[in-house]
């Protein structure tokens, strides 16, 4: 599937993607997410930790949404750690640019970019990318405050020697009854 979707068209988005941009089949560097953990950087508190069985387990999501329910506390942290395990195949990978999209009302609330020279051929990664949690909008703040749900979405790319090979999207509940 070619979209022509680069790296400035990703970072130049006002709303959350409502398609994928690519196939499992473009992911031709054989790159499997296989773990994630999303902690408070501060504390250390986890608020999410998955390890797949196998790394074809989250093949899935190519093509279908993510969906979370996470605990409000996220929302009130002053930075993020979050640890992402993935898996390369049979190819060298140079480049990999891994960029992060969050929207609150399909709002852009925040953007990440993390770069990555290289990972070696049928390699196991483990990286934790550290990242301040933006302030909330008036208007999400005041939901906070007032203990009801906000619902949010994400994008995330993968680019590697800038060719989008892997596109997810997410979308999730901050909730107090977690």
Same mark, same amino acid.
């Given at each position: 599937?070619? &979209?022509? +979707?680069?790296?400035?068209?990703?970072?130049?988005?006002?709303?959350?993607? !409502?398609?994928?941009f690519?196939?499992? !089949?473009?992911?031709?560097? =054989?790159?499997?997410? &296989? =773990?994630?953990? *999303?902690?408070?950087?501060?504390? =250390?508190? +986890?608020?999410?930790?998955?390890?797949a069985s196998n790394i074809y387990e989250l093949d899935y999501f190519a093509e279908n949404e993510l969906s979370y329910i996470f605990p409000v506390q996220i929302l009130k942290a002053k930075n993020l750690g979050s640890n992402l395990t993935l898996v390369v195949g049979d190819n060298l990978v140079k480049d990999l640019t891994l960029i992060e999209r969050h929207y609150i009302n399909d709002k852009l609330q925040a953007n990440y970019k993390f770069e990555f020279p290289l990972f070696m051929p049928n390699s196991e990664n483990n990286v934790?990318?550290?990242?301040?949690?933006?302030? *909330?909008?008036?208007? !999400?703040? #005041?939901? *906070? #405050?007032? =203990?009801? #749900? +906000? *619902?949010? &979405? !994400? #994008?995330t790319f993968i680019f590697v020697e800038g060719k989008l090979v892997i596109h997810r999207r997410a979308h999730y509940i901050y909730t107090s009854s977690v």
């Open positions: 599937m070619d &979209k022509n +979707i680069d790296i400035n068209t990703v970072m130049n988005m006002t709303e959350p993607s !409502s398609e994928f690519v196939e499992l !089949s473009d992911n031709i560097y =054989g790159i499997r997410f &296989k =773990g994630f953990k *999303l902690r408070n950087y501060e504390s =250390g508190e +986890i608020f999410h930790s998955f390890v934790e990318f550290m990242y301040p949690v933006p302030p *909330l909008s008036k208007e !999400s703040q #005041d939901m *906070l #405050d007032q =203990g009801e #749900d +906000i *619902l949010a &979405k !994400s #994008d």
